[in-house]
């Protein structure tokens, strides 16, 4: 049956950009290093051609001529194959680009489906945020009136005109500016001394019996 339909073959694959520009960059070394054997041989002939004279002189040219010549051919390929292998890295670097404006384009849309689903919560519904802000506005109104009332003082006159009061201070200063004026050095003032009852005398005090209690008259 092989012999009849015979064999599939398998397809080579195809080379990548990668392998085409590491090809061109192994000719490129390799006509570097001819170049660079050229220009050894040109240097010894420019020795040959200053020390003789005459045919020997005319031969040695000839022979630096045809080494100019290959090198001038070998220079001429490695510009070739410098423009080629940036022709390659020019393409390389497109299809690199695409591929991650690709890999960013898939990105982007997994994000976007995972904010859909997101947004699609139910602790996300925009309704339900503002009537929790709405509540937690209201608690913390509250919790604010509360305050203001544990906090409120008792016994104090809800409406307080501070130029009254103030007026009464200053009047309460001019009193005791006055006073100390008028009494003497060393004695107390008015304000300051304690209203003490008369000490009984011995017609007045009551007679106690040795419990300290009260005596019948």
Do not use: W
């Not at 392998?19 to 070394?29: E, F, K, P, T």
């Not at 020390?51 to 031969?59: C, F, P």
């Not at 100019?68 to 510009?79: D, H, T």
């Not at 500016?177 to 003497?184: K, M, R, V």
Request: hydrophobic residues 35%; proline residues 4%.
């Amino acid at each position: 049956m092989k012999r009849i339909f015979g064999t599939k073959t398998e397809k080579t694959p195809a080379p990548t950009l990668e392998d085409a520009s590491s090809s061109l960059s192994n000719r490129g070394d390799a006509l570097d290093e001819k170049i660079k054997k050229l220009d050894a041989q040109l240097a010894e002939h420019k020795k040959v051609i200053a020390k003789t004279r005459g045919a020997a002189q005319q031969a040695a040219k000839r022979r630096a001529m045809n080494v100019l010549k290959q090198k001038r051919m070998y220079e001429g390929q490695r510009e070739q194959l410098y423009q080629q292998q940036f022709n390659l890295e020019n393409a390389s670097f497109t299809t690199q680009a695409m591929k991650d404006s690709v890999t960013q384009v898939q990105a982007m849309q997994a994000a976007n489906k995972e904010l859909k689903k997101a947004f699609k919560a139910k602790e996300l519904d925009i309704n339900a945020i503002e009537k929790l802000q709405d509540e937690m506005a209201d608690m913390q109104d509250l919790s604010n009136e509360i305050n203001e009332t544990l906090g409120q003082c008792y016994g104090v006159p809800d409406e307080i005109d501070e130029d009254e009061l103030m007026g009464e201070l200053a009047l309460l200063e001019d009193e005791l500016a006055n006073e100390a004026e008028e009494i003497g050095e060393g004695e107390v003032p008015s304000y300051l001394q304690d209203e003490m009852p008369d000490a009984p005398t011995a017609d007045t005090a009551q007679q106690v019996d040795p419990y300290g209690l009260p005596m019948k008259a």
